[in-house]
């Protein structure tokens, strides 16, 4: 497609049911970046992939959320046991090597808002 | 850490009065710095980018700076309108990573 897609955009769910969440990236970009954000808050980095490999994964709050990526596309993002301090609206973004630190820019999705009840 | 600190919001102005949001950086070296805009129901979008010292951002009328000495990159533009009132992140690269700053909420009254 012609942007980053991302689904639901909307997840209502209960506390302690497991989530998916999915983004597809522009077609051709490597680079694939989950954040999340919180009302009235920036931006909280999750995971990062290079192809369908995390180096960075190092944002992820706790065991219980975990990404995968296949095919260097689609990528899902899983919470498991939701618990309400999980509501959030979850961005995903891709560019095309990884490397805004070379004036890359980024391309985001609408998001996924997600209320744990 | 490399970090970000942004002005903090919302910041309320009427139409066509003169817009300034603070940015501040630190990084080791000359990261390229960013504003980045979040419209009502849309996703985030890059509004405009500097590479190096001294360079200038433009675009829809936003201009930032990137201004070594002082470590910042100021977006400001010269007449607002009701169709600007958005969210601005300002964010520096860092390797493969973008640090983001908190974001200002803007409010543009008619």
């Not at chain 1, 190092?58 to 990528?75: K, M, N, Q």
């Amino acid at each position: 497609g012609a942007g980053v897609s991302q689904s639901p955009s909307n997840k209502v769910t209960e506390k302690g049911k497991d989530v998916e969440l999915r983004c597809d990236p522009i077609s051709g970009h490597t680079a694939l970046y989950w954040y999340r954000q919180s009302l009235g808050q920036g931006l909280e980095f999750l995971i990062y992939f290079q192809g369908n490999s995390a180096p960075d994964k190092s944002g992820l709050p706790s065991d219980r959320f975990s990404a995968e990526r296949t095919g260097g596309s689609v990528s899902t993002l899983t919470i498991q046991r939701t618990q309400q301090e999980d509501s959030a609206v979850y961005l995903c973004a891709s560019s095309y090597q990884g490397s805004p630190a070379t004036n890359e820019k980024l391309f985001f999705g609408s998001g996924t808002q997600l209320s744990v009840l | 850490g490399d970090s970000v600190t942004q002005m903090e919001g919302p910041v309320t102005l009427s139409e066509e009065a003169f817009l300034t949001i603070n940015c501040t950086y630190t990084a080791t070296g000359y990261p390229s710095l960013f504003w980045y805009v979040q419209y009502p129901g849309e996703g985030l979008q890059l509004l405009l980018k500097a590479t190096k010292a001294d360079d200038k951002g433009s675009n829809k009328g936003f201009e930032a700076t990137y201004r070594k000495e002082t470590t910042s990159f100021h977006l400001e533009k010269g007449s607002v309108q009701v169709s600007d009132s958005a969210v601005y992140f300002c964010a520096l690269g860092s390797n493969y990573q973008l640090i983001w700053g908190a974001g200002t909420k803007l409010i543009i009254k008619p």
